[in-house]
């Protein structure tokens, strides 16, 4: 005869997880036969949408059934530790909410201590995830590699037939893709069918002209639509683009139906194609909003006198593998005053490669340290916070010996006693979390600002709740250990046959509370020193003396529009400003002029 | 925890384990209470009426062999204790008596 199945096929999955973690007794498994049993018979009689529904108010109504404790007696006494409101996970929860209920005092400022600590570090870990993080996870920058060309050591632009003949030819690298440097153009959403012409150019967005490649190798894939692919940019292509998550959340609002939806990029309507991945950061210096097919730059960029009318296009790739810096330079040199068909009209052919990584050793090891020490800060405001809960879950703690002593004596296993301690402590830190969430979404924008970094992207992703979950879990048990030892070292007899009320605080306990005490002390010295100094540096800075008359210094910055200048120009530009200064000079109100 | 005291829903189920006869479990008596109230009622909600009711002694359960069907899970099946008749013939009486003033007072 077959053996029959151990379990029941006829109850969903998820269900059969979770009656399995509320209880795995008997009772517990003859119930769930039951569940099986009737969804299967709803789901014939009723169809599956009302079984499922059905199947939730049982879940819920079997999660909260009250257990059965038998009447005193031999048996009683023996079952009465299972029948415990704590005999489950979910049953430790529930005790734990109404001992936090109970005890306020002890409570409330665990709970404000909590939920300031881990809110305070999740709003930093939110702006270093924005400003370091992503770009440290999206791609290694050491080893994407930049080639911008030289003239007698001036920078020249890069042509993209120059660029695409040096892809071609270039054996010691591989050049993925070129981009321009973003220009600032006016960028708008296209007014909807029937509506009128908008709201003029629209605010001013940095829009990057990429050869066909970079995107396909240095963006991950797209969080909606798709990336620019070679079709783009044929001659006879419509204009398509692709735009930043933060663009698309900014000027967008974040809508899944903006791909397929044209914008005016400098007053031409332009198709959006797809939304890049939130974590993408460009190698290029900060992501741009938009990407638009290089083939567009005449079009967009050059006609609008708000850009720079020269194309700042610069090579990004990898070095091939066991070749050296000095090899690719020579090869790439050799190529660009060989087969470098010129710039634009008027300049003549490039005469040496810049190269280098995107981020050289130097930066990435110096932001390296910013992180360490943030993140170590961090985690002493956390230690803190854990100290201080663990204090007065302990003071807690020594009150309940006889509870715990009723509880020992009745059989519960120390594992039991202890796992009481961790629900209870993390129960709180649960709690804590959610207030420190709502601190964090709070207090990040503010603290983006003060870093510097208004525009930074600080809203909570995967990385930030993650951090949430793994302060609140290291907290919460980090918290409960004190309690925990203390709970498991105490006597089954002394509680019980103590006259009064179990209020014993035993030099073991005192000791231990002592150490908490001192730990907490010396974080916080630790702390109040750290913000002193920098509390100092910062007075120090505005106190600073730059050598000169800071009062009156007036900084213009001029950039003129026009034709895009060659090399031949930058002389005559020269002159031009040279002459400038000399004019500026001879007015009375200036002195001394520099640039 | 013993008493004859019984809230509705106890009651019903008490009824139900009754209409089924000997050996009946979880299952029916939760149809069987849905078909003759109208009204949803939960597995949870039958197993925690069933057991208060045997808390007080008025049903008595034993746990059934496994069988091929509902995967080779045992039943508890349950039936009414001679209290729990009484119970509920007590409480039939009462009713009856309730429904005859009603109907003296309105005659």
Redesign the interface.
């Known amino acids: 005869m077959t ?8 109850l969903p999955r998820p269900a059969r997880l979770f009656m399995r973690l509320l209880s795995r007794d ?2 517990s ?10 969804f299967a ?1 709803r789901r014939r009689d009723r169809g599956a949408i009302y079984a499922w529904w ?1 199947l939730a ?2 879940l ?7 257990r ?1 404790v ?2 005193p007696g031999a048996m009683a006494v023996a079952s009465a530790e299972r029948g415990w409101p704590g005999s489950s996970w979910l049953g430790d929860a529930r005790h734990a909410f109404r001992w936090l209920r109970r005890y306020p005092s002890l409570t409330v400022p665990a709970l404000i201590s909590l939920s300031l600590a881990i809110g305070a570090g999740t709003a930093v870990f939110s702006v270093l995830n924005a400003t370091f993080l992503r770009e440290y996870l999206a791609a290694d920058a050491s080893i994407v590699w930049v080639w911008r060309l030289h003239e007698n050591g001036a920078a020249r632009t890069w042509r993209p037939a120059e660029f695409l003949a040096l892809r071609r030819l270039a054996k010691t690298v591989t050049l993925e893709g070129a981009l321009s440097r973003a220009a600032l153009l006016p960028v708008a959403p296209a007014p909807a069918a029937g509506a009128g012409e908008g709201d003029g150019d629209g605010a001013p967005a940095s829009v990057a002209f990429v050869t066909d490649g970079y995107l396909q190798t240095f963006a991950p894939p797209p969080a909606a639509g798709r990336l620019l692919d070679p079709a783009d940019a044929q001659p006879d292509a419509a204009p398509a683009a692709v735009v930043s998550h933060r663009f698309w959340r900014r000027a967008l609002g974040g809508d899944r139906s903006a791909v397929g939806r044209q914008i005016r990029v400098a007053g031409t309507p332009v198709r959006i194609v797809g939304v890049a991945a939130r974590d993408y950061v460009d190698p290029s210096d900060g992501t741009p909003d938009v990407w638009v097919p290089f083939s567009w730059f005449d079009v967009l960029a050059a006609s609008t006198p708000q850009a720079s009318s020269t194309p700042r296009l610069a090579g990004y790739g990898h070095l091939h593998p066991g070749t050296s810096a000095t090899a690719a330079d020579a090869e790439l040199t050799a190529l660009v005053r060989e087969a470098s068909p010129g710039g634009y009209p008027g300049d003549p052919p490039a005469t040496a490669v810049e190269q280098g990584p995107v981020k050289s050793a130097a930066e990435i090891a110096r932001e390296q340290r910013i992180v360490l020490v943030v993140m170590g800060l961090v985690a002493i405001v956390l230690g803190l916070a854990c100290a201080n809960v663990s204090n007065l879950l302990l003071a807690g703690a020594t009150t309940r010996d006889r509870e715990i002593g009723v509880r020992l004596a009745l059989g519960a296993g120390i594992g039991r006693i202890v796992r009481q301690m961790v629900v209870e402590s993390l129960t709180l830190t649960t709690c804590a979390t959610v207030a420190g969430a709502l601190v964090a979404a709070r207090s990040a924008p503010a603290m983006a600002v003060l870093a510097g970094m208004p525009d930074a992207d600080v809203a909570i992703d995967r990385r930030v709740l993650f951090f949430l979950a793994a302060a609140a879990l290291l907290v919460g048990i980090g918290a409960a250990l004190a309690p925990a030892r203390h709970a498991v070292r105490g006597s089954v007899s002394q509680p019980l046959t103590a006259a009064g009320p179990a209020v014993t605080t035993g030099r073991r306990t005192s000791g231990m509370r002592s150490v908490l005490v001192g730990v907490q002390a010396a974080a916080s010295l630790v702390l109040l020193v750290l913000a002193a100094l920098f509390a100092r540096t910062l007075l120090h800075v505005t106190r600073l003396d730059p050598g000169f008359d800071v009062d009156r210094l007036v900084y213009v910055s001029a950039r003129p529009a026009g034709p895009r200048p060659s090399a031949a120009d930058e002389v005559r530009a020269r002159d031009y400003w040279t002459a400038a200064l000399g004019r500026v000079r001879t007015l009375p109100a200036s002195s001394a002029p520099r640039w | ?2 008493g004859d005291n019984v809230g509705e829903f106890e009651e019903l189920t008490l009824l139900a384990v009754r209409a089924l006869g000997p050996e009946t ?3 029916p008596v ?2 069987f209470v849905e078909r003759m109230t109208g009204r ?1 009622a ?4 039958v ?2 009426a069933l ?2 009711l ?2 007080k002694g008025l049903v008595k359960s034993v ?1 059934g062999d ?1 069988t ?1 069907v ?7 099946l349950y039936d009414v204790t001679p209290a729990g008749r009484r119970t509920l013939e007590r409480l039939r009486t009462m009713r009856d008596r309730i429904w005859q003033a009603i109907e003296a007072t309105e005659r």
Do not use: C, F
């Open positions: 053996p029959a199945p151990h379990r029941d096929p006829r008997s009772a498994t003859d119930l769930e036969a039951d569940v099986a049993e009737l018979s059905r108010g049982d819920w109504s079997v999660t909260w059934r009250r059965r038998a009447s | 925890m013993r479990y979880g299952v939760q149809q949803n939960s597995i949870g909600a197993y925690t057991d208060r045997e808390d746990r496994a091929p509902r995967g080779g899970k045992r039943k508890r």
